[in-house]
């Protein structure tokens, strides 16, 4: 026979079947205490930011002070060790305010999972620590040739004694020249395929390492996006990331841990447009009433509503899976990207009809929001690619 219970178990408690939709009132108390310093610090600049696409230094003061800017490094390093949740809940509240300034606690993520997934105690010790001080750290496994087909890159590392030496090129690196470190992946074995993939953890002095200039785009203006470039580029042998030959299989794993993660950018960005369009609604009259009372108006509140509800769940659910290291993770995590993406998309262009002519200008946010919204259906995997990720998944 059924048992309520025993179908719970696993999932909850089973005094308490429900708890795994309940945040924990640390995570409440986080929400808070974020939105609290996006509201005040990071809100009045995004637009700022957007128009001058400089990097927000002050942004990163603010985040760093307060600890937000990479929550979920291990205590071990000296970070707070937030469990997968709290580090969206950080990155959506973020991005509510401005997409920009959410991917220092994002990229910080993307750029030291490697590490925490394969590195060895050293590396970590290493890099971690600095991490959780203040550092930045990008990734790098995407080059002009090998964006989806990231196994063909073509950058190529040798080991020469005590030392791996890197020649190549990566593209499309988030906060480059920003970030002290860089998780940089290369091929050590031309003739293995991905298997002759390896990942290695390079500083930004290291010799031979340089950063291009700037790509100029529709959003995200705030965080540099540049090539970064290896030209004999020496770096301790210490600093590969785990065995050689493994570092694609490590990408796959980090990329299961990060798409969620852009997926709660996606989020909040959607979250951030909403806000300003229901407000804007119920301050705007036409006919001599508000247009938030016109039923048209209010069907694409709800539906905007209820989109933003079910993305919210999905990313939740796949961070509790992330914490907990199901091996279904790969499905849930790009169906949280994918889901949470084309949610902020649609939702953010509603926002800009909704805002009607004035939405079609810089003097409202929601331009931006649609602006930076497009590249979250674009980076950590396109969107196709990631169907093509969950229905091998399904049909394995």
Same mark, same amino acid.
């Given at each position: 026979?059924?048992?309520?219970?025993?179908?719970?178990?696993?999932?909850?408690?089973?005094?308490?079947?429900?708890?795994?939709?309940?945040?924990?009132? /640390?995570?409440?108390?986080?929400?808070?205490?974020?939105?609290?310093?996006?509201?005040?610090?990071?809100?009045? %600049?995004?637009?700022?930011?957007?128009?001058?696409?400089?990097? +927000?230094?002050?942004?990163?003061?603010?985040?760093?002070?307060?600890?937000?800017?990479?929550?979920?490094? +291990?205590?071990?390093?000296?970070?707070?060790?937030?469990?997968?949740?709290?580090?969206?809940?950080?990155?959506?509240?973020?991005?509510?305010?401005?997409?920009?300034?959410?991917?220092?606690?994002?990229?910080?993520?993307?750029?030291?999972?490697?590490?925490?997934?394969?590195?060895?105690?050293?590396? !970590?010790?290493?890099?971690?620590?600095?991490? *959780?001080?203040?550092?930045?750290?990008?990734?790098?496994?995407?080059?002009?040739?090998?964006?989806?087909?990231?196994?063909?890159?073509?950058?190529?590392?040798?080991?020469?004694?005590?030392?791996?030496?890197?020649?190549?090129? !990566?593209?499309?690196?988030?906060?480059?020249?920003?970030? @002290?470190?860089? @998780?940089?992946?290369?091929?050590?074995?031309? /003739?293995?395929?991905?298997?002759?993939?390896?990942?290695?953890?390079?500083?930004?002095?290291?010799?031979?390492?340089?950063?291009? @200039?700037?790509?100029? !785009?529709?959003?995200?203006?705030?965080?540099?996006?540049?090539?970064?470039?290896?030209?004999?580029?020496?770096?301790?042998?210490?600093?590969?990331?785990?065995?050689?030959?493994?570092?694609? !299989?490590?990408?796959?794993?980090?990329?299961?841990?990060?798409?969620?993660?852009?997926?709660?950018?996606?989020?909040?960005?959607?979250?951030?447009?909403?806000?300003?369009?229901?407000?804007?609604?119920?301050?705007?009259?036409?006919?001599?009433?508000?247009?938030?009372?016109?039923?048209?108006?209010?069907?694409?509140? *709800?539906?905007?509503?209820? %989109?933003? /509800?079910? *993305?919210?769940?999905?990313?939740?659910?796949?961070?509790?899976?992330?914490?907990?290291?199901?091996?279904?993770?790969?499905?849930?995590?790009?169906?949280?990207?994918?889901?949470?993406?084309?949610?902020?998309?649609?939702?953010?262009?509603?926002?800009?009809?909704?805002?009607?002519?004035?939405?079609?200008?810089?003097?409202?946010?929601?331009?931006?929001?649609?602006?930076?919204?497009?590249?979250?259906?674009?980076?950590?995997? @396109?969107?196709?690619?990631?169907?093509?990720?969950?229905?091998?998944?399904?049909?394995?």
């Amino acid at each position: 026979m059924f048992s309520r219970t025993s179908y719970y178990r696993g999932m909850g408690t089973a005094d308490a079947p429900f708890d795994q939709y309940r945040l924990a009132e /640390e995570q409440q108390m986080l929400r808070k205490a974020v939105r609290h310093l996006a509201d005040d610090k990071i809100a009045p %600049r995004a637009a700022e930011i957007d128009e001058t696409a400089q990097f +927000p230094y002050d942004v990163l003061d603010a985040l760093v002070r307060a600890g937000f800017h990479a929550v979920h490094i +291990p205590e071990a390093y000296g970070g707070a060790g937030a469990d997968a949740i709290s580090a969206c809940i950080v990155i959506e509240e973020v991005a509510r305010a401005c997409a920009s300034s959410s991917l220092i606690p994002a990229v910080n993520k993307l750029g030291s999972q490697p590490i925490i997934l394969s590195g060895s105690e050293a590396l !970590k010790q290493q890099v971690l620590p600095s991490i *959780a001080d203040g550092a930045m750290i990008s990734y790098a496994l995407s080059e002009r040739g090998a964006g989806s087909d990231a196994a063909s890159m073509r950058s190529r590392a040798v080991r020469d004694g005590d030392s791996w030496v890197l020649n190549g090129t !990566k593209a499309w690196i988030t906060n480059a020249g920003v970030s @002290t470190w860089y @998780t940089v992946m290369a091929v050590t074995d031309p /003739e293995a395929g991905a298997n002759g993939i390896s990942a290695f953890v390079v500083h930004r002095d290291d010799p031979g390492f340089s950063v291009g @200039t700037k790509e100029r !785009k529709l959003g995200i203006k705030g965080s540099p996006t540049c090539e970064i470039y290896f030209d004999n580029c020496t770096i301790p042998a210490d600093r590969i990331v785990g065995e050689p030959g493994t570092g694609f !299989k490590t990408a796959l794993r980090t990329l299961d841990h990060t798409r969620l993660a852009i997926g709660a950018q996606a989020l909040g960005i959607a979250q951030g447009a909403f806000d300003a369009a229901v407000d804007y609604t119920k301050s705007r009259e036409q006919f001599g009433q508000r247009i938030a009372d016109f039923q048209g108006i209010q069907f694409m509140i *709800a539906d905007m509503g209820m %989109r933003i /509800e079910a *993305a919210r769940h999905l990313v939740y659910a796949a961070a509790a899976r992330a914490e907990r290291d199901e091996p279904n993770l790969t499905f849930t995590s790009s169906a949280a990207k994918v889901f949470a993406s084309d949610t902020a998309m649609s939702v953010t262009t509603d926002a800009v009809q909704l805002f009607g002519g004035a939405g079609y200008t810089m003097d409202f946010p929601v331009e931006r929001m649609m602006r930076d919204a497009k590249i979250t259906q674009i980076y950590e995997g @396109t969107n196709q690619i990631n169907r093509m990720v969950m229905a091998r998944n399904l049909l394995k």
